[in-house]
């Protein structure tokens, strides 16, 4: 039997969105596949105190801050957290853009007063799943601070939210130098959402240096994934999978579909491929 290295996004892949416990037919599915020999790393764009609640069923790795920090059965792989010169400018920059910022730091998430009150407003935008995350993430399991409580931690990313496309110009040409921007599918009440990254790393350059400090092949690598910020790393295995719940473009570019995360869709995918 092949051994297989296999990526999970968290949000809307191993568990709903802003949840912290996964469904038992997916927990039994990552124990099967390791009890056969197969290695399962978390990927997700969550910063590395947000992981610890999930880390508790069972995993041999982890990517957080969608690839600024790889750790690999408690060694440290990478950790490449934003330089306090960025950190200052990237804050100011979205600031002055009047957009709502959602900081990650390396063990706790800082969010803008007010943002909670927006998306209070926009409850009737169901075309955005990225609404439903946040309002869920903000108001119970992930502990998202305000920032008024920020002192300086250490940023690895930061997730935003912006009243139109137009907020997002200056951002875009002032940072897009060092900064990647991922734009989630847009929102029919005009609400854009996504995520700032340094041009450092991705969930797929994060794939690639797991890899060869494992010495395994992309081959051997099977991604699960949902929303775009997982479009690289579904790039950079050897099997893409999209849940059914998840991005247009991502369902179009997977190798594979498996049913959502709510019909026990990580066990169904488990089991296609052979991996339990």
Known sequence: ?????????????????????????????????????????????????????????????????????????????????M??????????????????????????????????????????????????????????????????????EPIYGMAFMSRGAERLRKPMELLGEEFDFCIQDEDTCGIVNGELSSKAFDKGSAVKRLCEFLGVSREDTIAFGDSMNDLEMLKAVGTSVCMANGSPTLLKMAHMVCPPVTEDGLYSGFEKLNLL
């Open 83 to 152: 330089t306090p010169k960025q950190q200052a400018r990237v804050l100011d920059v979205f600031k002055e853009s009047g957009i709502y910022r959602t900081i990650g730091g390396r063990n706790h998430s800082y969010t803008d007063e007010g943002f909670k009150e927006f998306l209070a407003e926009n409850t009737d935008s169901k075309a955005n799943s990225e609404l439903l995350r946040w309002r869920i993430q903000i108001e119970s399991e992930l502990d998202i601070r305000p920032m008024s409580e920020y002192d300086g």
């Open 1 to 81: 039997m092949d051994r297989k290295l296999i990526f999970l996004d968290i949000d809307g892949t191993l568990t709903e969105p802003g949840k912290n416990v996964p469904p038992e037919s997916a927990v039994d599915a990552v124990r099967r596949a390791r009890e056969r020999g197969h290695k399962v790393v978390l990927c997700s764009g969550r910063n590395y105190g947000m992981l610890f609640p999930v880390l508790r069923f069972g995993f041999d790795g982890l990517v957080a801050s969608a690839g600024g920090y790889i750790e690999y059965n408690g060694q440290v792989v990478y950790d490449c957290p």
